[in-house]
């Protein structure tokens, strides 16, 4: 019997199309796949309609749902699916981080995921310096793996820390660093691949006996050879003539790489391939030794022109790299409160930043190279500012500040949008003071203003014109400025893809770049490689106009919330979830804290990336159930609301407001729940059964009363609630004795004046010592402190998506408040999530200028002790006396993400001489998510937290009154409030 088959993709399937009702044969013909998938893989099988929306797109503008996806576990489980995909006569797409930017890893096809599974570092020869990996290994996690032996994979990609080797290798990737080192093609040694027919071969370089004997082998191997043999003999000089000579060449296939007198290496065809001619099992790659020293020089140009004619005159000085900065990128830096700490080298307003990166084994070598390019009057003459960058911190800064820069233009404002098409073309460096001008004149000719940055070294600069692909006038100038600028390239010999790949955007353009002969070349070895056409079909070879498949198109549904909160500042509900533009900085794992389901789970699905893709899709259509559908939910049920996407996604995709908005919306269409309604009440609880403290106490902590909580409220038998204090911390801050009342004078100062305190209910109910500790400091520094009556800030109701609720508690704070903002009293809090309510959610809960004033007089307690001490106001010196005990910070992550955590480690620093912040992420508690997701909590916090906390010796201090919970649950050990800190150290 002969099995169903899916027919090829029509290319430039409308959107309304892919979003109009499947036929019942092919629902059918998925569902006959999926079930033959699950009877041969050991790894995952994920066909659901959420799965198929997840992977639907990268981080190129376009968007192609997949017919279902795979996550292997092992080779077999990618032979098993390569052949259920003939069977079926279904497409494969080989996939990693999914960062492509011109659409390689979208398709109409099972996707096979090896970033989750496949992703072991084989064998490492450290004599020979190379080592082999499994392509779902991440370029940092490997060079972390390799720098004990101060050898490094060198490809430095703005994507490093999520981007997966194989997917490097597949796209011929290059980053910043490659005048120095070349492309990724340069490091690949050999590989084994597995053929669309689930055949295996080792390719590596061969001799000529070698060569000779696969050119004899039978089978699909032997195919392989003998056509790309005879296609580099027969066509030599036309690879010569056609392709283009640049270093930046990246489209195409390689066949450039096997013309001799190089040596005949197929690893290096399929290299660059971009997932189209056969699955990489694993790859040995070439490694070189780490520079010992590196410097940067910031040389600052009032011209863009000027900046350009430099960097010919800087690669005659030996730099690593050459990076471009344009003005737009510091304004939008600027206005990023996460980005804005990384400019402090920038002086002036500069039309363009080259930033000059010289490496070497020693500190003279630097300090030569230095003064060779300081001596260059050529380039001193066109520049006003040179910034030398020493410091591994500081360099640090200004190249973290420049790998945002691909989602930072995201957040630029309006309906036209920085787009990526033309930004990969390699010029001559020659020809790039005339070539970029000419560019931004074809763009300004077209309506379309545009940014730019990136490898300047190399010719390599990324023009981004901003156009809005929503409109038929943005669709058309698209395509206009692409053949415009073609044009251009051809003319100054460059290439149209110099790093980022052909995929949807440019493969088109292969045939005019390339000629008929070599183009038809392609489509012979591709079918060579893969007769039935199985692989990541419509790439390089055959592929639809680059206007088709858009993620954005005219026909994209424009369709908005009636929200509770304000969503003017994101353009709406629907444009909040848009400014996820794909780079996937959410997947990065072991450092930061964006994004913790993620590091815990390794799942698509629970990345900032994963969750904003299914809710655009099913705010416009895409997802049966629409948006408030259980689907969706169960994508977001793993937010933990942290914020850290705000501050560290460059696109500041705000995912907990989003999810803040969603619930509401679900619990409107399904009705609110009796755990949400007694977590989001617990300011209401907590009065009632603080006055029975001993008997609630011994009750909550009771097994079956356990039970019946995971039962009726969810809330995980393991964890036992907190307990009540059993007297009040507004009763004690009454009965406090008198002598402590009145401020003590620091060098015969009188009172410094009054400060507010806003005691949040786990203080006021639950753990009052910081409370009286925060006391105890202020009173000791000269500060009369006046409490403010007890109001709930809302935050349970908020993270609860108890929006309108939360906004009647809200109205009531800040009523409450503005006495105290009247008399410019500082409002001084003691719990981050609280404070952040105030300074953050409360703009977009009760917008309005009394809201401001409050937010803007809010702080938290060390907040407040810092620009005390700046204003010389206080001299912590005679107050607090330090101890000798180190000291571990864990920061809360909504205090890390909206106010920061420098003013904490500032005023520990006067309570002991050895202060560290620890880079743990979240703690995984995240208020009540711990208590419902016990699990993934404790997985979160065994990522770096407990280990860290758990090898501490000395005091751990952290401010979330959740964190330090988690801190106990998960290492018997107590942390302490920042509060309790001071106060410890109070002198007599």
């Known amino acids: 019997m002969t099995a169903p088959r899916i027919a090829p993709p029509r290319p430039g399937a409308a959107r309304a199309t892919r979003h109009a009702a499947t036929d019942d044969a092919t629902l059918a013909l998925r569902r006959t796949v999926a079930s033959a998938l699950r009877e041969r893989v050991q790894g995952e099988v994920r066909f659901a309609d959420v799965d198929r929306a997840l992977y639907a797109t990268d981080a190129s503008p376009y968007e192609m749902t997949p017919i279902g996806v795979v996550l292997p576990r092992s080779s077999d489980d990618v032979q098993a699916t390569l052949a259920v995909a003939a069977r079926f006569g279904v497409p494969v797409l080989p996939r990693g981080g999914g960062t492509s930017l011109a659409g390689q890893t979208v398709a109409e096809a099972i996707v096979i995921d090896v970033s989750k599974y496949l992703h072991a570092i084989k064998a490492l020869d450290v004599e020979r310096r190379t080592v082999t990996v499994e392509p779902g290994v991440v370029r940092d996690h490997l060079n972390a793996y390799l720098a004990p032996y101060a050898l490094q994979f060198t490809p430095d990609i703005a994507t490093t820390n999520r981007a997966n080797v194989g997917g490097m290798v597949a796209n011929n990737s290059a980053g910043t660093r490659s005048i120095k080192y070349g492309k990724t093609v340069d490091q690949v040694v050999a590989m084994t691949v597995m053929f669309a027919d689930g055949s295996v071969a080792e390719l590596r370089e061969l001799d000529d006996a070698e060569l000779a004997a696969k050119l004899a082998a039978p089978g699909t191997e032997g195919e392989v050879y003998r056509s790309v043999a005879r296609i580099v003999r027969d066509h030599a000089d036309e690879i010569e003539a056609r392709y283009p000579k640049v270093m930046r060449r990246v489209g195409g296939y390689n066949l450039d790489e096997l013309v001799a007198p190089k040596p005949f290496n197929l690893a290096k065809l399929v290299c660059g391939s971009e997932g189209t001619l056969a699955f990489i099992l694993d790859v040995t790659l070439r490694l070189h030794p780490v520079p010992a020293k590196r410097c940067l020089a910031m040389l600052h140009y009032d011209t863009l022109v000027g900046a350009l004619e430099s960097v010919a005159l800087i690669n005659r000085h030996g730099p690593s790299a050459v990076e471009i900065f344009d003005h737009d990128m510091f304004d939008l830096g600027r206005r990023n409160p996460a980005l804005r700490p990384l400019l402090g080298w920038l002086e002036g307003e500069p039309a363009a930043v080259l930033a000059v990166e010289f490496d070497g084994p020693d500190e003279a070598d630097l300090q030569r190279q230095l003064a060779s390019l300081a001596g260059d009057a050529e380039i001193e003459r066109r520049t006003y500012a040179t910034h030398v960058a020493v410091t591994a911190t500081e360099q640090h800064d200004i190249i973290e500040f420049r790998r945002k820069g691909l989602g930072i233009y995201a957040t630029v404002k309006g309906p036209k949008k920085p787009t990526p098409f033309i930004e990969d073309a390699a010029i001559p460096i020659e020809h790039l003071a005339t070539y970029v001008p000419e560019v931004l004149e074809i763009c300004e000719r077209h309506g379309a203003r545009a940014v730019l940055y990136a490898h300047a070294s190399v010719g390599v600069i990324h ?18 400025i692409a053949d415009e600028v073609f044009a251009l390239v051809r003319r100054y010999g460059g290439s149209w893809s110099g790093e980022h790949g052909d995929g949807l955007i440019r493969s088109e353009k292969n045939r005019e770049l390339f000629g008929d002969v070599l183009y038809e070349d392609f489509r012979a070895l591709k079918r060579a490689f893969d007769p039935e056409g199985r692989f990541n079909p419509g790439k390089i070879v055959d592929a639809p106009p680059m206007t088709q498949h858009l993620r954005y198109g005219p026909d994209y549904p424009s369709i908005e919330l009636d929200t509770v909160l304000d969503f003017g500042a994101q353009e709406g509900f629907g444009g909040a979830i848009e400014m996820c533009t794909g780079v996937g900085d959410c997947r990065k794992v072991g450092v930061g804290t964006m994004c913790p389901s993620y590091m815990a789970t390794r799942d698509e699905d629970h990345s900032t990336r994963g969750r904003a893709n299914v809710l655009r899709e099913a705010l416009t259509g895409g997802m049966p159930g629409g948006l408030t559908s259980r689907e969706v939910y169960d994508v977001l049920d793993l937010c933990l609301e942290c914020k850290a996407c705000k501050a560290e996604c460059p696109s500041q995709v705000d995912m907990a ?30 009065p009632l059964a603080q006055r029975v403290a001993p008997l609630a106490n011994a009750v909550l902590a009771a097994r079956p009363v356990r039970w019946a909580n995971e039962r009726l409220l969810g809330i995980d038998r393991r964890r036992t609630l907190p307990a ?8 004690g801050f009454v009965r406090r004795p008198a002598s402590t009342r009145k401020p003590a004078s620091q060098g015969g100062a009188e009172s410094r004046g009054s400060v507010a305190l806003f005691a949040d209910t786990w203080t006021m109910f639950n753990a009052p010592a910081p409370g009286h500790a925060a006391v105890r400091v202020l009173e000791a520094l000269g500060y009369r402190v006046e409490l403010v009556p007890y109001r709930c800030c809302g935050r349970p109701l908020i993270s609860k998506g108890l929006l309108r609720q939360a906004k009647r508690q809200a109205e009531g704070v800040v009523q409450a408040l503005q006495p105290f903002v009247a008399r410019g009293v500082p409002i001084v809090g003691l719990e981050p999530s609280c404070i952040t309510a105030l300074k953050d959610d409360y703009r977009d809960l009760v917008p309005g200028p009394r809201t401001d004033a409050l937010a803007d007089g809010a702080m938290l307690l060390e907040t407040f002790l810092t620009k005390a001490w700046t204003r010389g106001e206080i001299d912590p010196a005679t107050t607090f006396a330090r101890n000798g005990r180190p000291v571990l910070h864990h920061g809360h992550c909504q205090q890390k993400a909206v106010l920061g955590t420098a003013a904490t480690r500032a005023v520990l620093e006067w309570t002991s001489g050895e202060v560290r912040d620890l880079d743990a992420g979240c703690c995984g508690m995240a208020g009540s998510f711990g208590y419902s997701h016990h699990d993934v909590s404790m997985t979160i916090g065994e990522d770096r937290l407990f280990p860290a906390v758990r090898a501490h010796e000395g005091d751990t201090v952290a401010c979330g009154f959740s964190c330090r919970h988690q801190i106990r649950d998960g290492t018997g050990k107590q942390a302490m409030h920042v509060a309790e800190a001071l106060a410890a150290a109070l002198g007599d």
Request: aromatic residues 10%; positive net charge; proline residues 4%.
């Open 463 to 480: 023009i981004r014109p901003h156009i809005d692909l929503k409109t038929v006038h943005g669709v058309a100038t698209y395509r206009a």
């Open 657 to 686: 407001k989003i999810k803040y908005e969603f619930l509401q919306h679900y619990h409107d269409a399904h009705g609110t729940p009796l755990s949400v309604r007694a977590v989001g009440g617990v300011a209401r609880l907590a």
């Open 724 to 731: 009540y204090a059993r007297q009040r911390f507004d009763v």
